[in-house]
């Protein structure tokens, strides 16, 4: 089955540094990812879809200039985190799609102190 | 415009007893529909869809579900729960067949009882 891998698979910084999280379809291309984030016992909340080749698409709410999306390439897509506050700590989860269906990674566990 | 109820937030039965997770949902096209679980702190795992086949979906792990237009409804069961079982699930709409933008239900969080 499709694979789809996160680094890193959780990060710790200080508030005010950026912070990238990578997503990786390792076997497979994906013109479009998305990205989710979710709190402690909560569902997962999509903050954007990233499409290759061009400027993510940003669900209401989420600021594009402080969650930056590149999507470079038909296998990696990155969020940048910039200047990061507590209250941005969280999960975040990426997904790649293959015909009906979304593959989802591992997660990358985000604190910020 | 679509969306997707999940009924109880937490369900907890007894090891080797049937389990149950019930999902609603609304939809203007016919849906794909699907059961995601997901481990502490780890990723998602579908376990199984439903895409305009057979209406009693068989999944991973002894799981399966049936999708009924009438009732709008989608609910998971598994004859007989194990303690590996316990971990949150989710139900999930897709408006297309295609992996457009998808719909997460709230999540129920299953719980094994020795």
């Known amino acids: 089955g499709a694979v789809v891998s996160q680094h890193p698979s959780w990060v710790i910084c200080k508030s005010g540094t950026s912070v990238k999280i990578e997503c990786r379809s390792l076997d497979f291309q994906a013109t479009t990812m998305f990205w989710y984030r979710q709190f402690p016992k909560q569902s997962l909340m999509l903050m954007a879809t990233s499409n290759e080749g061009s400027k993510a698409t940003y669900e209401q709410g989420v600021e594009k200039d402080k969650f930056l999306i590149n999507h470079a390439s038909l296998t990696l897509s990155t969020l940048t985190v910039t200047s990061a506050h507590p209250e941005d700590s969280s999960f975040y989860i990426c997904?790649?799609?293959?015909?009906?269906?979304?593959?989802f990674g591992p997660g990358t566990r985000l604190t910020v102190l | 415009a679509q969306s997707v109820t999940q009924l109880d937030s937490h369900v907890s039965v007894s090891e080797g007893t049937p389990v149950l997770l019930r999902c609603n949902y609304s939809?203007?096209?016919?849906?794909?529909l699907f059961w995601y679980v997901q481990h502490p702190n780890k990723g998602l795992q579908l376990l199984l869809k439903y895409t305009s086949a057979a209406t009693l979906v068989k999944g991973i792990n002894g799981f399966e579900a049936e999708f009924k237009k009438s009732e709008t409804s989608f609910h998971l069961t598994k004859p007989s729960a194990h303690m590996s079982d316990a971990a949150e699930y989710f139900c999930?709409?897709?408006?297309?067949?295609?992996?457009?933008?998808?719909?997460f239900g709230s999540g129920t969080r299953l719980s094994i009882r020795p």
């Open positions: 939809s203007s096209y016919s849906p794909s």
């Open positions: 997904s790649a799609s293959v015909r009906d269906e979304q593959f």
């Open positions: 999930v709409v897709s408006p297309y067949s295609s992996a457009s933008k998808i719909i």
